[in-house]
């Protein structure tokens, strides 16, 4: 079976049909994947939320986001205006008295469904 992002079909299938002389290609097409859950499991210690998981996506192609306990929250300034900020969710970094950990991981990751 050969499958891509936007399309699965069966080689084998696609043989049968031709030499049935049907002529048609059994495909599915599939909408592009715009968002994935994430969690501080897979991330480990640079986690950046308090919350241990949530789902990390694109809205429109522009705009980043990481939903978490029915909340979506703006990863940049670059945001829908219902997006909440991410101040309340957003981990101390104990080693460094004053600061956060690193939000790079999950705008990277939710870039990525931004398709830009």
């Keep these: 079976m050969l499958c891509t992002l936007q399309a ?3 080689s084998s ?3 049968v049909a031709a030499s049935l002389g049907l002529g048609t290609v059994l495909k599915k097409e599939f909408p592009p994947v715009t968002s994935a859950p994430v969690d501080r499991q897979h991330h ?3 986690w950046p939320f308090i919350v241990d ?3 990390i996506g694109c809205e429109d192609r522009l705009y980043p986001y990481f ?3 029915g909340h979506t929250y703006k990863l940049t300034e ?3 205006p219902n997006y909440e ?3 309340p969710i957003w981990r101390d ?3 460094k008295a004053g600061t956060k950990y690193s939000l790079l991981i999950v705008i990277d990751a939710a870039m990525g469904f931004c398709q830009i």
């Design 85 to 87: 900020s991410v101040a």
């Design 93 to 95: 970094n104990p080693n």
């Design 78 to 80: 670059m945001a829908k």
């Design 13 to 15: 299938q696609e043989a």
């Design 53 to 55: 998981s949530g789902t």
């Design 67 to 69: 939903k978490a306990n």
């Design 44 to 46: 480990g210690e640079d």
């Design 8 to 10: 699965c079909f069966d």
